[in-house]
Every structure is written in structure tokens, then in C-alpha cells.
């Protein structure tokens, strides 16, 4: 990435910081229902990755935690956010919500909310690319508590005897819900299980975008140059909890606080600032104008959209 | 019009469909090199390849997923679940993501695929190869359910829901696969929707589909011939929309209604038709109608109590003679 590229990328992971801490806020006020699955403190791994592949051009597919991968895809924010108010205006029309955010115009094939559910669909949508011919690859981003659904290694399975263009990015975030990795987790090193299935694999820092990158782009290279399937394992964390009902009472203070000190959004800054490409002014001042962009734009939009009409609820159930 | 068996007919619709448009696709357990454990798919594999007959691992949950997601992009998989009891596995793909995701996602996304899955008892196979799932699909918004009682029915309808924008489910029966039917030498779509009358009558109407309509068909003849009976029988082909239209149209000729499945009666088929019955045309009934259906137990291997636990032609009279009041 050139500096002008990562520049751009700094001000694009303060849009997802903030969106996100803004869902948070129209949460508590009741404005979003359901469960909100919240994405900051994991920036780097979802725009590392996005940045070595072509948004809009190859197919992601994710869990509930999906409002930036949808985003980094194209879709505009004042569409998920809508969708999170439950509008007619939202991406999936309000009849989806946080965890079933989809946006197909961009490749971005959906938020599914049954963990491991999307393994498989992801290595279907690499079965067609590979059918018909195109240079896509299909971008498959989970947890790490994910690996241990019986989808998993079906699906590893049929990718490499398939050879299948599919790119599985594991977000470890060292938590499956409320449950520590160790505590439910035999082998703790993810990528390892896909070595056994003989899949090219690899772990890195999922904090540094640039390490994220680095690796993102050999794994992007090998399974769009036909080598079939890869799997690439991010170090991350969440900073808040699975979900809006979460307490995190089965982590520690000091565990958070030592994981923020490593904050993809501030080493990316840093970088930049002493590279002389950024200032510490001008990082506020985008931060300043993030903020007024999601609240007169964004939140405005999501406000005063319409609802669904209740004449349309059995709509969209058959073709 | 040809007379062909059950799975030749299943195999003719495949061949059809993959000869026609390159995105037809088909995959289960079994399927290609060893030409598929019913020969529907005999053949295909020397025909189209391995790119397009995937033999897949004995993964149910995966390869339905693998296909579902495919099917977003435009391919048309069939999906053959080789027995309906292994489809408990698929079911979480096939409920919660092919159902569900054009609904979802606001009509942007479509699972176009077609699973097919054998079900019944067949020759004391016992408790976990015998199950009949239909009431389990049925209950799906987003999923269409159909079930063939005759070879026509299983070419037109795996013709038709290979061409459906929605995810289709049919429940094939494992002792049907040998069965004998004319098939049109024309290329034919059955209607994914409906009923179709089998038999016409005046008295009573037996309710039945897949392998049910056939011991209606055949209590049918014995009422009419050892009790002066008229006998109207009704298959259901649709299981999922039921056909509430033609359920009350044919109450309200014969006002009086059986009936029955190989299934268990709780939460199943007879329950939602006598439930239609009720909302549709409950006047228009001169007795509480019954249903015939399996005993509440997992199938049994031995072969008396295989038999007791099941259904046959003899208790749908029995059921006839017990609601006219002859029994």
C-alpha cells in the first residue's frame, strides 16, 4: 500500500470505529433491536484482507459481526444503518437487521447467524466462480469458535479435494461468546487445523493493517492463481462484548487494556504520522468530520426513512 | 408415452436438465462413478463429468451448504440426500440458509437449488433409515416441499423445481423406485403447486401422497367392490403450500374426509389438512374426519412389528367403514 492508499485507509477504519460506536449508542436508546455484534478493536483484519482483494469484485460472505465487511465491500453506510433501524431503506430492506446485513450489487453475500453456517456457502460460491470461469475468489471471514462447528472441516475437506478458490480468514478474537479459546479449544493455533487438511496456512498479528496486508496478499495471490484454497489466521480482539448483553465477565480489565495498547487505528496513525503523511491535527479534524458525516448523513437518514409496510410481510418469502 | 420405472424417470428429468443449460449441476454420496444408490443419476457422471456429477464426501451438512451456496450465484444443484434420514444433518443449510436467505436479504438473494431425499420404510432397515420427514419440511417458510406418487410426477416435478427460483425439497420413497407409469415422450413440467384427483367419488375423500396415495387408490377399488363405496382420492403432490382450494373442493363433494400417511400423526400431514379442513369448510362435514398413519415408535427391525408399525390399503378401509358408521 502507498501512503496515499493507507491514508485513505486510516480515515476508512475511523468510519468503521465510529459507526460502530455510534450502533452502540442507538442500541441504548432503542433505536436497534435484536443483537448487535460490534467489530471495533478487529479494524486491521477486514481491511488488511480487503485491501490485498478487489472489493466489490470478489465474493464475501461472513457471520453476525458484519456491518464493516459490508461496508469495506461498498455498501453505503446510511443502507446498513437503516437496516439496523429496521427500514424499508435498509440494505435488506429492514428483514434482516445487524447479523443478516447483504448487499449482492457489491459481492457482499451476507451476515448469517448460525456460527460456521457461511463455511460451507463460501466454498459454494467458489464452486461457481470456478464453474464459470471468473477471476473472482470467494472471502470467507469467521471467528475462531467457528472452527469447531462439523462444517469447518467438511468444508476444508471439500475445498482442497475440489481445489476450490476460497479464501477462509480466520478473526481469532481469543473468545467464542464467553468462553476463552484455551478453555474450549484443543488446538489453539487455528491454522493449524487447516494444515491438516492440507490447505496453504498462516497466522499473523491481526493489529499491525500492515502485517495484515503483507500476508492478506500472498494468500489473495495463491488462491486466485487457480492454487485453490487458503487459510489465514488474524491475532485479534474485540473491545466490546460478543453481543450488547454481554458483561465480559469472563475476561479482565487489565487482559482489555493491554489489547488497546496495540489499537490497529492508533499504530496506523502513528505510522503515518512519522512518516510525515499525517499530523496529529489532521487526524482529529477526521475524526471531527467522521463523526458530523454519520450523525447529519448517516443516523439522518436511518431516522427518517420509512418502515416496511405490514402489507409487505409475507413478500420476499418465494420468488 | 412411454412406460418407464420411477428412477428412470428421475434419471430422464436430470439428463434433460444438464444437457440443456451447463449450470445444471448434481452431488450427493454415491452419485457418479457408482451411478447412485436408486440409479437415478446412472450414467450421468460418463456423461457430464466430474465437475458437474460431484461425488461428495459423507458430509450432508457440508455439501448442502457447498451447494446452497453455489446456488447464489446462478448454478441449479440437485442436491440427492441418499436417505431423508441423513437429512437431519443438511437441515440447518437447508432451513436457515436456503429458506431463509431470500427473505433475509430482501428478495436479493435466491437458493435455487433442488433437494432430493428418499425416505420410508423400505425392507426392515429399522429406526434410523426408515424415518418419513415430509411434516419437518413442510413447516418451512421459503422452502417449497413436493412429493411424487408416480414416475410422470417424479420426471414433471424434478423438471419444474430444477427451473424454480426457489429451494425445492422432494420426498422420494425408497420402494417407489422400481415402480412402473407412462411418462409423456414430450418434454413435461408438473405444476409445483396443487393436487391432482386420482380417483373420482361421491362418499368419502382419501387424502393421500407419495406411496399413501396408492394404498388409496387401492382401498378405493375394494370399497367400491365389497362395499358399494365411492371412493374420491385425492394426492397431495404438494406438501408445502398445501392445496387449501382443492381440499375444500373436494370435501364439499364428498363431505367426509381420510387421511393418510406412512408417517406419525403428531404435528404431520393429516393434522394440517384436517386443520385446512376445519378453517376451509368445517359445515360441509357430515363426520369428524380420520387420519391413518404409523404408530408413535421408531421403526422396528423386526419384520411383524415393521409391518404393525405401519400403515397399509386395509386400514384406510378400516378407517372408511369406522367414519360411515359400517364398522
Known amino acids: ?319 | 408415452m412411454a412406460e418407464i420405472m420411477y428412477w428412470e424417470a428421475v434419471l430422464r428429468a436430470h439428463d434433460e436438465e444438464m444437457a440443456r443449460d451447463p449450470l445444471v449441476i448434481c452431488m450427493g454420496e454415491d452419485i457418479g462413478v457408482a451411478g447412485g444408490t436408486y440409479k437415478a443419476t446412472k450414467g450421468l457422471y460418463e456423461k457430464y463429468g466430474e465437475q458437474r456429477v460431484i461425488d461428495t464426501p459423507i458430509s450432508e451438512g457440508g455439501y448442502t451448504g457447498l451447494g446452497i451456496g453455489a446456488s447464489f450465484l446462478g448454478i441449479r444443484p440437485i442436491i440427492e440426500i441418499m436417505s431423508v434420514n441423513f437429512a437431519w444433518l443438511a437441515m440447518d443449510q437447508m432451513f436457515n440458509s436456503a429458506a431463509k436467505v431470500r427473505y433475509m436479504s430482501g428478495g436479493q438473494l435466491t437458493a435455487p437449488c433442488v433437494f432430493r431425499s428418499a425416505g420410508g420404510t423400505a425392507h426392515q432397515l429399522g429406526a434410523q433409515h426408515s424415518a418419513r420427514m415430509e411434516k419437518v419440511f413442510m413447516g418451512i417458510a421459503g422452502l417449497r416441499v413436493v412429493t411424487p406418487s408416480s414416475p410422470k410426477q417424479a420426471y414433471g416435478l424434478l423438471k419444474s423445481a430444477i427451473r424454480s427460483d426457489d429451494p425445492v425439497f422432494i420426498n422420494e420413497h425408497e420402494l417407489m423406485y422400481n415402480m412402473k407409469g407412462d411418462v409423456p415422450d414430450a418434454e413435461y413440467f408438473h405444476p409445483l403447486e396443487g393436487s391432482e384427483i386420482a380417483r373420482s367419488g361421491t362418499d368419502v375423500t382419501l387424502f393421500g401422497y407419495n406411496i399413501s396415495v396408492h394404498w388409496c387408490l387401492k382401498a378405493a377399488e375394494i370399497l367400491d367392490q365389497q362395499y358399494n363405496i365411492s371412493a374420491e382420492v385425492v394426492d397431495l403432490y404438494s406438501l408445502s403450500p398445501l392445496d387449501r382450494a382443492g381440499i375444500r373442493k373436494s370435501v364439499c363433494k364428498t363431505h367426509r374426509a381420510v387421511i393418510a400417511e406412512e408417517d406419525e400423526a403428531p404435528v404431520g400431514v393429516g393434522s394440517e389438512v384436517i386443520a385446512i379442513i376445519n378453517e376451509e369448510c368445517f359445515f360441509e362435514l357430515d363426520a369428524a374426519p380420520v387420519r391413518v398413519h404409523s404408530a408413535f415408535v421408531p421403526q422396528p427391525y423386526n419384520h411383524t412389528l415393521e409391518m404393525a408399525a405401519i400403515p397399509d390399503h386395509d386400514d384406510v378401509v378400516r378407517a372408511v367403514l369406522k367414519l360411515l358408521g359400517k364398522a
Open chain 1, 1 to 319: 500500500m502507498t501512503l496515499d492508499d493507507k491514508k485513505r485507509v486510516l480515515r476508512e477504519m475511523v468510519l468503521h470505529r465510529r459507526f460502530e460506536e455510534r450502533c452502540y449508542q442507538a442500541y441504548i436508546e432503542r433505536k436497534i433491536g435484536g443483537f448487535l455484534h460490534l467489530y471495533p478493536g478487529q479494524e486491521a483484519c477486514c481491511n488488511g484482507v480487503m485491501e490485498a482483494a478487489r472489493p466489490g469484485h470478489d465474493y464475501v460472505i461472513t457471520g453476525y459481526r458484519d456491518h464493516v465487511h459490508a461496508i469495506k465491500c461498498g455498501t453505503d453506510p446510511k443502507a446498513v444503518m437503516a437496516e439496523l433501524y429496521g427500514k424499508e431503506t435498509g440494505c435488506s430492506k429492514g428483514r434482516g437487521g445487524s447479523m443478516h446485513i447483504f448487499d449482492v450489487a457489491h459481492r457482499f453475500m451476507g451476515g448469517y447467524a448460525l456460527v460456521g453456517g457461511p463455511f460451507p456457502l463460501a466454498a459454494g460460491i467458489a464452486k461457481g466462480i470456478q464453474m464459470k470461469g471468473g477471476d473472482e475468489i470467494s472471502i470467507c471471514f469467521l471467528g475462531d469458535a467457528a472452527n469447531n462447528q462439523g462444517v469447518f472441516h467438511e468444508t476444508l475437506n471439500m475445498a482442497k479435494i475440489w481445489n476450490l478458490p476460497v479464501l477462509f480468514v480466520c478473526e481469532n478474537n481469543q473468545y467464542g461468546i464467553g468462553t476463552a479459546l484455551h478453555r474450549s479449544t484443543a488446538v489453539h493455533d487455528q491454522y493449524k487445523r487447516a494444515c491438516s487438511y492440507h490447505i496453504e496456512a498462516a497466522q499473523c498479528d491481526g493489529q499491525d493493517i500492515d502485517i495484515v496486508h503483507q500476508h492478506a496478499k500472498v494468500a489473495v495471490d495463491h488462491v486466485r492463481s487457480g492454487k485453490g484454497p487458503y487459510f489465514l489466521e488474524l491475532m485479534t480482539y474485540r473491545y466490546r462484548g460478543h453481543s450488547m448483553s454481554d458483561s465480559r465477565g469472563y475476561r479482565t480489565r487489565e487482559e482489555e487494556d493491554e489489547w488497546k495498547l496495540r489499537d490497529p487505528i492508533n499504530i496506523l496513525r502513528d505510522r503515518l504520522i512519522a512518516a510525515g503523511a499525517l499530523n496529529a491535527e489532521e487526524f482529529t479534524q477526521i475524526e471531527h468530520d467522521t463523526d458530523i458525516y454519520i450523525e447529519q448523513e448517516v443516523i439522518k437518514f436511518a431516522e427518517e426513512s420509512p418502515e416496511p409496510e405490514v402489507a409487505d410481510l409475507e413478500k420476499y418469502v418465494l420468488a
